[in-house]
């Protein structure tokens, strides 16, 4: 790591002298070499006009005169910063996410949030959890826009592959699955992330096409894994505009039997990112997904248009907690309230809980203690080629023991 950091320029921007000379020594320690300090927002990005090619990281407060840090986020959009931004304030934890979620939301990699004062080990642990954005990589992927033929010629020639997450149990950190995530090889964009071509193929209406081809290569791959003696079940993300198919119960059966493989080894996980088009179309193809023995489950519960009334109405026999209220929640009150709230109420309805974005071990150790089914995040397994899971096995394997115990 030391050679990336002395190829930074760090920008720390903070009204207090004591908290920038404080700022300035940790980051040396931790081998930064070229750190420039300001105590005035508009100091510093009168230097990002200028070299803006060149600074890789900055340290901002929110609380400061002239400009404060909300405002120099909206300037940092506007100057097309590409590099890592870290928040450090003495504000009340629920503003300082707040105004995280706000750069994240404009495009900026927000790479954490500290309270000030913030120790070198909590600055090392936030700039060592995280890939470190780089002024000089260009545009990242999700500003590439792909065109709808595109997008139906890569269908047709087999460029949308599925990429494997796990899914453990928090309590003998088992493997029971794998999520199925669509990724593109694009001939020159490189590995394209799904939520990158979702929207495209609703709006040009071959979201179908695409969920077929993903479910069939999900239950094609998990009966490879069930003669290789690795029994799991497979997770396969559904559009709302599947849910208007009523035919989508019967294809996915036919899929199933082709392949070998039981449906109550398969998970359809759904998530409203808008309100329903057609909710008795809906309603119905998800009624009938229940009696064959599929697995529902409510994705990103929490955000969106997902919410108690789903619970009510729509069969779901898993809740995926979102990331947004898991990550951290044993350091931050209200993310915890929320949390065990929610936990709280799936049990109560006999709904299996799924929590995402574990990124550490204290996520994973508050999530087991507060009685959460399964987990899924960086801290376990990232996305993977289906080639790979055997070797990810293979080095779970040698985890589990120290996350038991």
């Known amino acids: 790591m030391e050679n990336e950091l002395e190829r930074r320029k760090v920008l720390v921007v903070d009204d207090d002298p004591f908290v920038l000379n404080l700022l300035t020594r940790q980051l040396t320690q931790l081998g930064f070499r070229d750190i420039v300090a300001f105590e005035r927002a508009p100091e510093a990005l009168a230097l990002l006009e200028k070299e803006s090619q060149s600074i890789g990281l900055i340290f901002s ?27 450090v304030s003495g504000e009340d934890p629920r503003v300082i996410q707040s105004a995280q979620k706000l750069a994240r939301i404009q495009g900026l990699h927000v790479v954490g949030a500290l309270r000030k004062p913030a120790s070198a080990s909590q600055l090392k642990e936030q700039l060592l959890s995280k890939p470190l954005a780089s002024a000089q990589t260009g545009p990242a992927v999700q500003h590439c826009r792909f065109q709808a033929e595109e997008l139906r010629r890569a269908i047709d020639t087999g460029e949308i592959v599925n990429y494997y997450q796990p899914k453990v149990s928090l309590q003998t950190a088992a493997l029971v699955g794998m999520e199925a995530l669509a990724r593109w090889q694009h001939p020159s964009a490189g590995l394209v992330a799904a939520g990158q071509f979702i929207e495209l193929a609703e709006e040009s209406g071959v979201i179908a096409e695409l969920t077929r081809s993903v479910l069939t290569s999900a239950l094609r791959q998990a009966r490879w894994w069930q003669d290789a003696g690795i029994p799991l ?42 309100v329903m088009a057609e909710p008795m179309l809906a309603l119905d193809v998800l009624t009938r997904l229940r009696l064959k023995r599929i697995s529902l489950s409510i994705d990103d519960f929490g955000t969106g248009y997902s919410s108690l009334a789903q619970l009510r109405d729509i069969p779901f026999d898993e809740m995926k907690l979102d990331r947004s209220f898991v990550h951290g929640a044993w350091r931050e009150p209200p993310l915890r309230t929320i949390l065990e709230a929610t936990l709280g109420m799936a049990r109560e309805l006999g709904i299996h809980t799924v929590a995402e974005g574990v990124e550490d071990v204290q996520d994973w150790q508050f999530l087991r203690a507060s009685g959460c089914n399964l987990a899924q995040g960086y801290f376990i397994g990232r996305p993977m080629p289906a080639g790979e899971v055997e070797a990810w096995i293979a080095s779970w394997e040698a985890r589990r023991a120290c996350l038991t115990g």
């Open 61 to 87: 407060d929110l609380q400061m005169p002239d400009m404060d840090g909300v405002e120099f986020v909206r300037h940092l959009v506007g100057a097309g910063y590409a590099g890592g931004l870290l928040l």
């Open 233 to 274: 079940s497979v997770a396969v993300n559904l559009s709302m505009d599947n849910l208007t198919a009523l035919d989508l119960p019967d294809f996915i059966e036919r899929t199933a039997d082709q392949a070998g493989v039981s449906l109550s080894r398969l998970v359809l996980e759904i998530t409203e990112s808008r």
